[in-house]
Nanobody, 116 residues
C-alpha cells in the first residue's frame, strides 16, 4: 500500500502563488507516476499535472505556463508550484500516485481558494 499526505493549500488573492507538497510513504517502490488533480464544487475531478519517475511532466492546458510540477524521488515527494493564481483555480487539490501495476492511490485533498 501507498499513503499520500498533502500540504500547502490555503487562501490567496488572485495573482498570488502557492506551493503544494505531497509525501508518499509505504510501498513507494511501486510508484510510477505522481500528479495532482482538482475538483471544484459541482464539477468533475480533473487532471492538473502529472510527472513520471523519469521527470517528464504533462499539464492541463488551463495551467500551462503558470503551474510547475516537480518530483524528488529520493524523498518520494511531488510538488506543485502554482503562480498567477486565478479564482477559477479554486478547488480541492488531490495528490495521486499510480503504481507500475496501474493501481491508483489518493491523498485526502487540500483546499485551495483564490479570491478575486
Amino acid at each position: 500500500q501507498v499513503q499520500l499526505v498533502e500540504s500547502g493549500g490555503g487562501l490567496v488573492q488572485a495573482g498570488g502563488s502557492l506551493r503544494l507538497s505531497c509525501a508518499a510513504s509505504g510501498s513507494t517502490f511501486r510508484i510510477d507516476s505522481m500528479g495532482w488533480y482538482r475538483q471544484a464544487p459541482g464539477k468533475q475531478r480533473e487532471l492538473v499535472a502529472a510527472i513520471n519517475r523519469g521527470g517528464s511532466p504533462n499539464y492541463a492546458d488551463s495551467v500551462k505556463g503558470r503551474f510547475t510540477i516537480s518530483r524528488d524521488n529520493a524523498k518520494d515527494t511531488v510538488y506543485l508550484q502554482m503562480n498567477s493564481l486565478k479564482p477559477e483555480d479554486t478547488a480541492v487539490y488531490y495528490c495521486n500516485a499510480v503504481s507500475r501495476y496501474s493501481t491508483d492511490y489518493w491523498g485526502q485533498g487540500t483546499q485551495v481558494t483564490v479570491s478575486s
